[in-house]
């Protein structure tokens, strides 16, 4: 059993890349089930307004540090995470290990432009990979019961759903306590980045932590108040559970 930390009430396991990989892998060779689940500043701030939220991402089987601020706050609360693990490259690890090892992918999310384009970009990049399925991301409630039994007819090994965050906790939940048997893993925008219809910050500002000033840079209006009021309501939080005060 992996000894788990907690920041602020949410549930890190303190893993690395490789590790989170290896874990990741002996659940597709043992055919069970996993919520693979990525926490940022944002994440967090959501698990203190919605406790449906904060249960299924206590719950979910792999915890990751997605983000330079959580990392940050680990180590500053004495209960460090080795290394931020972030989605959009855990993602294409696993696609590389699928290339790699004939393991079946699924993509459910997105327009069906970016994800066409993406699926060409695929074919190139991991020509032997395995894709059994995709269904883009507009859908109604009446759709969810079809992409269920799809995905469960399929039965891929991974399941990449790129809608944004809560709603794609919400629907893996459900297809997971349905009984849908696969590794689960939401990448929010990775679809749009991945396909070429954004680009990501060049690599001197991700290895620099600065990746979010880029993103706020391309969207400026979608992700203002999610990165810097966000930020500031996290932080403020932090330097309160450093003095021991409720946050």
């Not at 990392?71 to 290990?97: N, Y």
């Not at 970016?114 to 699926?119: A, E, G, K, T």
């Not at 399925?133 to 009446?142: A, I, L, P, Q, V």
């Not at 048997?181 to 679809?191: D, P, R, W």
Request: glycine letters at 8%; proline letters at 4%.
């Amino acid at each position: 059993m992996r000894d788990r930390i907690q920041i602020l009430g949410v549930t890190i396991d303190p893993l690395t890349m490789n590790e989170t990989i290896d874990i990741v892998e002996q659940n597709v060779l043992e055919k069970r089930p996993l919520h693979l689940m990525g926490v940022n500043a944002d994440k967090i701030n959501q698990c203190h307004t919605d406790e449906k939220i904060k249960k299924i991402v206590n719950e979910s089987g792999i915890i990751n540090a997605d983000g330079a601020s959580v990392v940050l706050a680990s180590k500053f609360l004495g209960t460090p995470v080795p290394e931020r693990v972030a989605g959009i490259d855990l993602m294409q690890c696993l696609l590389e290990l699928s290339n790699k090892k004939g393991y079946s992918v699924y993509f459910f999310g997105a327009k069906e432009e970016v994800l066409q384009d993406m699926l060409k970009v695929f074919k190139i990049d991991y020509p032997n990979l395995i894709v059994i399925g995709h269904r883009n991301g507009y859908f109604s409630e009446n759709d969810e019961k079809d992409i269920q039994e799809d995905i469960r007819e399929k039965t891929p090994d991974f399941v990449f759903v790129g809608i944004t965050s809560p709603k794609k906790e919400y629907i893996i939940q459900k297809f997971m306590d349905n009984g849908v048997n696969s590794v689960f893993m939401g990448v929010g925008g990775s679809f749009d980045v991945l396909s070429g219809h954004i680009q990501r910050a060049p690599l001197w500002m991700q290895k620099s932590n600065l990746e979010w000033l880029f993103r706020v840079a391309n969207e400026p209006k979608r992700l203002f108040k999610r990165y810097f009021v966000g930020n500031i309501t996290f932080i403020r939080k932090v330097l309160k559970a450093k003095r021991g005060i409720k946050y």
